[in-house]
């Protein structure tokens, strides 16, 4: 556990990467949507494998969860994890521009997850001189089931992981959503020689 | 080799379509993937519009598509697991998979030019075999569950399923202060039935006996086999005339039942005992247990007859 401690320094030149990126992300987003989005100081915690679940605070019934992996050199790479609850979904066709009809609520939930997440994900990499692939996005599960559910039946490889919530809001369509991105355990020590780099240079 | 020799080599040999066009949908260049696939010539569709050629896409979906990946300069793609095809594809498993169409993953790739998206990459995966092994899976699972819902000799619910349905039913009735009523029934001498004839004979039976009832049900109402030679049925909002009444039709039905097991033929009659919900009953058990002293009653009176839990509480109290 110690070895993935990231010391304060570290920690800041992070938290300064996720907000700039955060900034430049709203702003295309913004224009993408044609509205105003709305990204929360993100926040920067260490989770294990069994109170992920727990984390997530996924408990409640029809809620959705998209996940996207990515991979960039370096060997930074994780997976990102779209949290949408029950409610916030009945507008996503408007957000995006589609007609309600184009396209069913699940393909709304994973285009949206799809957008956000590569479109923050491209410049952070952008601001580490890297340069990010992406695995298709899934839907976890949705509707009956809740997540904690589907989670706990996965058996997870990995003992600890950097989780970063970043809740995003498009208040003219009252619409809220977490992304929340996962670096297991060897993509950190990964994650932190870039960063100690970033801060030798600095 | 020169690189670019290698590369178009290299996309030509692939088993994924590999499709690039303008920003204004105009086809540039395929793989022969697609060419194969499409069966159409090359000249025939290079500087064509793609929503000419390809009729089947939905257009203002697949802008909107674009302008995202234009815009944002980021990856899109699209799952057969919400859309089954994109574009309609003939596939490789033709003989073996009943799909019509290649069940398709979609990746939109933005390039990159001199910092400028001018072009998008559409790349075509076939992945009919991982959609119809879910498909199968699916089948499957809903066999599964299905099979374990069912008693296999009788094909009514299982013990298991019926008690978890009355529950259920129990709890609702409850709340909303509905009726429900319960009736058990029971084979008379069945176990003399198997000595005779044959414990084949006695399925025999027993199969009959719950073809015959189900007939005799509306769909609302709840059929299963308790055990051995005892069914159980709910009926919901459904009060005790109406449960008396259902009860005398079952045991009427089974008495003139005419089975023959090896040339011989069969009679048989059951014992019915009748329940309904009443304020008393706090656990669907209370209901099970009332309608079992019914039905012991209906033994105890001779068998092949009909009796309810409120006659005997009834008489109870008058004596």
Known sequence: ?202 | MPVDDFCSSIANQLNTGVLIVDLNCKILKWNRFLEIHTNKKPDDVFGKCLFTTFPELPQRWFERKISSVVQLKTPSFCSWEQRRHLFKLPHTRPITTDSKYMAQNVTFLPIETEGKIEHICLLIEDVTDVCHYQSMLRQTLDELALANRIDGLTQVFNRKHWEECLAKEFARARRYSHDVSLIMFDLDHFKLLNDTYGHQSGDMVLIEVAKHTQSLLRLCDLFGRYGGEEFAIILPETDLAGALDVAERIRKGIESLVLSYQGKSIETSASVGVAVIDERNKRYEDLISNADMALYQAKASGRNQVRSAQELTESAELS
């Not at chain 1, 559910?149 to 490889?157: K, T, V």
């Open chain 1, 1 to 202: 556990m110690t070895a993935l401690n990231l010391n304060e320094d570290q920690q800041d030149c992070l938290q300064e990467l996720i907000n700039v990126a955060m900034g430049q992300a709203s702003d295309q987003l913004a224009r993408y949507l044609d509205t105003f989005v709305y990204l929360k100081v993100p926040s920067i915690e260490q989770v294990n494998a069994e109170s992920l679940s727990t984390t997530l605070n996924t408990e409640e019934k029809g809620i959705a969860v998209v996940s996207q992996g990515f991979f960039g050199y370096e060997g930074i790479r994780g997976e990102a994890l779209l949290v949408y609850q029950p409610k916030d979904s009945d507008r996503l066709a408007d957000l995006l521009g589609y007609e309600p009809d184009e396209l069913t609520v699940e393909e709304q939930i994973i285009d949206l997850s799809s957008i956000l997440t590569t479109t923050f994900l491209n410049v952070f990499a952008s601001q580490i001189d890297n340069q990010m692939s992406y695995s298709a996005p899934r839907l976890l599960s949705s509707g009956l089931h809740s997540v904690s559910d589907h989670l706990e039946q996965l058996s997870f490889n990995w003992d600890m992981a950097l989780k970063v919530k970043i809740s995003y809001q498009v208040t003219d369509y009252s619409f809220n959503c977490d992304m929340i991105l996962l670096i297991p355990e060897s993509a950190i020590l990964n994650i932190t020689t870039v960063i100690d780099r970033i801060l030798d240079e600095f």
